[in-house]
């Protein structure tokens, strides 16, 4: 049986995430947020049509309405979710391949569930399986239309011409192909757009934000003042700069910060990040009088951060950036949008901007150990003191267990990448020592 992940359900599409799971997946989500309708888009990937129709049969089972908006942006669906009071569901294994898809489930107003409302679905969908579906006829609308208006809404939100600046955009063969492009030529934008003819099987293949090489390749051929590379549904993003150098999501929401504070408009003067955000950024925010505040990794934590301390930015260094001031979850086109428009307003290059932080070297290795570790930092707590010790200020350390298997990630970031990599292992051979088992990749 498939859980909640820390953003969404996924699994290999058919085989493990059937039509038959995801259609209870809808009626449990029905039967426990009671919505007036439930909004409904997918990316690119082939299964996507047979899980749409899955989920609209789940919604008309529980006597729930359906707007369908077609391939779209996952942020597409918050948008329409936050404007309608509507539930949304998002069909979409992300930035993973075509092979894989998921479901993710926004509450109504397009906000992540909570710990209790995804706990409360998941009882009730498992629940679900055992029990024959029943038959109705549900409600289907073309909702189409609102795809636009969230494109729109994202261009009114920079409210400028981009004219000047040249721009290579890679979207992913995903669900950004029409949008993004459509929204950078009426910008005034010099625009290129590369990997933006899905088929169904080529969504995130060698290329998007999680393959960035190739656009970096493009951009240095064009002369284009930077590429922005998205992942496959849209919700996140990761930059290229003139020279070629790819730029993170810690990078970007450095320099949105740093903008937005010197405009008074960065509210409660902090920003939201998960733990793997580098320690370089870090050091730029105190530069910066600006406070960080520190969320487990994913970007469901990082909005319950975002509205709990009042910030309007946040995000992943994988490249999940919200403007909270502007939408409800993590918009890979309204962090590149607000990009774009700093560097024509600063006349900076993206190259000049980057100079805000600097990237510690960071070292990751994976203890595959011989069962579920439930609390590593206990377990070695005198070796992290001794290791946090000798780094000082300018190293940071992180271990944690996998939630899922019997894995143990230590992190270890530090001024040099020698002195990352021997503590990292050091901290490893530890664990191992108290654990069992081995270092990934080394035997």
Known sequence: MLHFGTDGVRGVAIDE?????????ARATAHVLQPSAVVIGRDTRESGPALEK???DGCAAEGVPVYLLGVAPTPAVAFASERNGWVGIAITASHNPWSDNGIKVFASGGVKLDDAEQ???????????????PVALGTVHDASHIVAEYATHRFNVIGGSLAGLSVVLDCAHGAMSSVAAEVFHVTGASVEVINASPNGRNINEQCGATSPQALAQRVIAARADLGIAFDGDGDRLMAVTATGRVIDGDYLMAIAALDLSLRGLLRNKGVAVTVMSNLGFHHAMRNHDVDVVVTPVGDRNVLVALDEYDFVLGGEQSGHIVHRAHATTGDGLLAALVLCEYLVRSKESLDEAATIMETYPQVLINVRTENRVHDPVADIASHIVAAENELGDEGRILVRASGTEPLVRVMVEAANESLAHNTAEALALALIAVHGGNIEGKH
């Not at 995430?17 to 997946?25: I, M, N, S, Y």
């Not at 706990?119 to 579906?133: D, F, G, K, N, S």
């Open 17 to 25: 995430l059937t039509p038959e799971l995801a259609r209870d997946l």
């Open 119 to 133: 706990i409360e679905i998941e009882r009730v969908w498992h629940a679900l399986t055992a029990e024959p579906a």
């Open 54 to 56: 899955a989920i609209i």
